[in-house]
């Protein structure tokens, strides 16, 4: 299963806060294109047979998922309203880390012991805040995030939506089957939001566009 999931796709407008910078034009990628239709098409039919009831589907589309070979999803309770992983946040260490800081969450949940400095230039630049994308030959197949941590994870993420930021949008429903599998996978989800002074992610946020990186 995939997610980097933005709750509102980022785009180019300039603004103090953006945390989540686009980087170059995007690229489409008929492979990642499929890889992540695949992927959906697999958290639609899990979320569908756990609502169902049909826990037994549920249970076999799990365990035909090669990259859920770490067991971490044998010890939930597959008729469950709600599953909770044990991930802890990691307070972001500069002001423009907060996708780094994401990234240590998701991975010390995963076993890895990695300083968000280690993160930052593994994924992009310590000098410069989580891109969400970029084509400036200093990626991974343009959305570094989800490259990085399915390689480190053994785990399939990708960006969903796929597309050229700020034209892609989505809704709750689209949104609610990857995310179920994910944690009913064991593994936790990466959100990029943008945050405005009418549509605020936290009250506390500034009377500002704010792009935001959080981890659950």
């Known amino acids: 299963m ?6 509102f796709a980022a785009d180019n407008s300039k603004d103090n806060y953006d945390y989540a910078p686009v ?6 990628n008929p492979k990642t294109a499929a890889m992540i239709q695949k992927k959906s098409k697999q958290a639609e039919e899990y979320y ?8 037994s589907l549920a249970r076999q589309i799990l365990a035909d998922n090669q990259s859920t070979k770490n067991d971490k999803f ?15 946040q990691c307070p972001q260490e500069k002001n423009i880390w907060c996708g780094y800081a994401a ?3 998701l991975l010390n949940y995963e076993g890895y012991n ?17 891109p969400w994308y970029l084509s400036n030959g200093n990626s991974y197949d343009q959305f570094p995030v989800p490259n990085y941590l399915s390689e480190k ?10 597309g050229a930021a700020g034209s892609v949008s989505t809704t709750v429903s689209e949104i609610k089957s990857k995310v179920v599998s994910t944690i009913d996978y064991g593994h936790g989800v990466l959100a990029c939001g943008t945050s405005t002074p009418t549509n605020k992610l936290n009250p506390a946020y500034p009377d500002a566009k704010i792009t935001h990186w959080g981890c659950n």
């Open 2 to 7: 995939m997610v980097c999931v933005p709750a």
């Open 23 to 28: 980087i170059g034009q995007f690229k489409f």
């Open 48 to 55: 569908e047979a756990k609502k169902n009831g049909n826990y």
């Open 74 to 88: 044998q010890s939930f309770s597959l008729n469950a309203t709600s599953n909770r992983l044990s991930i802890y």
């Open 103 to 105: 990234i240590q969450s």
């Open 114 to 130: 990695l300083s968000q400095k280690t993160i930052a230039n593994e994924v992009y630049s310590a000098d410069s805040s989580c």
């Open 153 to 162: 994870t053994n785990f399939t993420y990708g960006p969903f939506p796929y």
